[in-house]
């Protein structure tokens, strides 16, 4: 079994900054690429930030040179700091990795349960 936990999420003033973290666990042989999403209320979940295994980023246009991604591959974590937050960037941020469980084994996509970010303006 395994499981990816979020924290960090919560209230802040617009210009400020949070952190999250996504933490994996269980029967993990080798995590790929990591990834953290969001969703608004009323729109489709979008890709925030994207890291691979090596380290290579890759972010969405409305977050480039305020948010960064990161790892921590003994840890198997994915943090994304963010930095000057508007309240657009209000959403559930979700993580997602690509990990096999053994090896040889299959890539499977597996999610976080989402931890709210609430911007006021």
């Known amino acids: 079994q395994v499981q990816l936990v979020e924290s960090g999420g919560g209230l802040v003033q617009a210009g400020g900054s949070l952190r999250l973290s996504c933490a994996a666990s269980?029967?993990?042989?080798?995590?790929?690429?990591m990834r953290w999403y969001r969703q608004a209320p009323g729109k489709q979940r979008e890709l925030v930030a994207t890291?691979?295994?090596?380290?290579?980023?890759n972010y969405a246009d409305s977050v480039k040179g305020r948010f960064t991604i990161s790892r921590d591959n003994a840890k198997n974590t994915v943090y994304l700091q963010m930095n000057s937050l508007k309240p657009e960037d209000t959403a559930v941020y979700y993580c997602?990795?690509?990990?096999?469980?053994?090896?040889?084994?299959?890539?499977?996509?597996?999610w976080g349960q989402g931890t709210q970010v609430t911007v006021s303006s």
């Open positions: 997602n990795a690509d990990l096999s469980r053994r090896p040889w084994g299959s890539l499977e996509g597996y």
């Open positions: 269980g029967s993990i042989f080798s995590i790929n690429a």
């Open positions: 890291i691979t295994k090596g380290g290579s980023t």
